[in-house]
């Protein structure tokens, strides 16, 4: 469904952010809105009025994808949402060649633009490592979880570090904590979360598990997982044993 090309859509979620939804969606601004410029103009205007964050899904391949990014650094920076804009997806990333890429990087990463991934088997994806070594924030999320989308998605944030790993082919330490990172700490990041970490003052929120370091943990995705929320323990072997709104 288009923002522009479906009437109403754009009404309906100026009237969605009043009410309280924190994050201005955008979609395709060229292949399925066919306006990119009026498409951004909307979703960056109702952001920056209520203060919101921006999430653009964008499937749009090569050069015409190349471009939207460019646009969506743009808009951006006239709306000084630095650190506020995730881009979902981004093929384009992965379709052309990294001189192509190499100078977009470099803006999003100034910006503080979050780019987030599944790890698809059958598409092309941001050249993880090399994004990461730019600077820019990648991280990993599930598109679909049993439904139209797919049948094999269950939300392990765990497994899917696995298959970014086994999607770049990545072997070595480091490069299997970056795919831990990029489903923990790096989408916390892109969402702004605070009190995330092992710090003092932090918030308590663990996951626990028999694993010899992060490594191991992305390897093997050991089942016997123990779940803290704010100190409690909700979670023990897969069995809940509190209500996780709790301690909120």
């Not at 990119?36 to 109702?46: C, D, G, K, N, Q």
């Not at 653009?56 to 990014?69: K, N, T």
């Not at 795919?179 to 605070?194: H, K, M, T, V, Y």
């Not at 323990?233 to 809940?240: A, F, M, S, T």
Request: aromatic fraction near 6%.
């Amino acid at each position: 469904m288009g923002l522009l090309s479906r009437p109403g859509t754009l009404e309906l979620m100026r009237e969605a952010v009043r009410l309280g939804v924190e994050t201005v969606g955008g979609l395709d601004p060229c292949g399925i809105d066919g306006d990119p410029i009026r498409h951004l103009e909307a979703i960056f205007s109702l952001a920056a009025e209520f203060d919101r964050g921006i999430d653009i899904h964008l499937h749009d391949p090569g050069e015409l994808g190349i471009w939207q990014i460019a646009r969506i650094v743009d808009f951006t920076e006239r709306f000084e949402r630095q650190g506020r804009v995730m881009i979902s997806h981004a093929y384009c990333l992965g379709s052309v060649p990294w001189q192509r890429v190499a100078p977009q990087a470099e803006r999003l990463a100034a910006n503080g633009i979050s780019l987030a991934t599944t790890a698809p088997a059958d598409r092309t994806v941001p050249p993880f490592l090399k994004l990461c070594a730019a600077g820019v924030n990648v991280c990993l999320g599930c598109d679909g979880i049993r439904d139209a989308w797919s049948p094999l998605g269950n939300g392990d944030m765990l497994e899917k570090a696995m298959m970014q790993a086994y999607r770049f082919d990545l072997c070595k330490d480091d490069e299997l904590v970056a795919a831990f990172d990029a489903a923990s700490l790096c989408g916390a990041r892109a969402l702004g979360l605070e009190g995330y970490g092992l710090y003092v003052g932090d918030r308590a929120d663990l996951l626990l598990l028999p694993a010899e370091n992060l490594p191991d943990a992305v390897v093997n995705r050991p089942a016997a997982r123990t779940l803290l929320r704010a100190g409690q323990v909700i979670v023990e072997d897969g069995e809940l044993l509190l209500d996780p709104r709790a301690g909120r």
